[in-house]
């Protein structure tokens, strides 16, 4: 009788132990991807997060004949420095064509794809401390399309 309660105390102190490990993700849900094309070359890179902004306040009709301004702001945050894709932006003035995609490793939302035309580097930042090490991009363009619906300014 002994040994049925030791074991059921066994059970019982050690199984939640094992359901709580049993529980931690093996693998990120989200997945997100820049790719831009800087002439023949196609450069893809893994992101954590990313957002979208949008300053009206920046078109005034004298500026927005010209369509110099670049009113669309995305701000990328990579999981690890990508030195191609930062030499892309600096070696190319004039703005660079790309897309950002969105998919569920799980396969149950949709995928998203958000694509930029003409995007400049407004901002880069490369930050190492102690055992994180990140870099985080900040763009701005003139055209945005998300999940087919364009806009412009």
Avoid: W
């Amino acid at each position: 009788m002994k040994t049925i309660y030791k074991l059921l105390i066994f059970i019982l102190l050690f199984l939640p132990v094992k359901f709580l490990f049993s529980q931690q993700p093996d693998e990120k849900r989200i997945s997100i991807e820049v790719s831009v094309k800087d002439g023949k070359n196609q450069i893809v890179s893994a992101v954590k997060s990313y957002t979208i902004s949008y300053n009206k306040t920046l078109i005034t009709p004298e500026n927005n004949k010209t369509n110099e301004v670049k009113a669309f702001y995305i701000s990328l945050d990579f999981e690890k420095q990508d030195i191609p894709l930062l030499k892309a932006f600096v070696q190319n003035k004039t703005g660079l064509d790309g897309q950002i995609t969105i998919t569920d490793t799980f396969g149950k939302l949709p995928a998203r794809k958000i694509e930029f035309k003409s995007a400049v580097m407004d901002l880069m930042t490369d930050q190492t401390t102690g055992d994180y090490h990140g870099m985080f991009m900040n763009l701005s363009c003139n055209v945005l399309i998300i999940d087919g619906l364009k806009i412009e300014h």
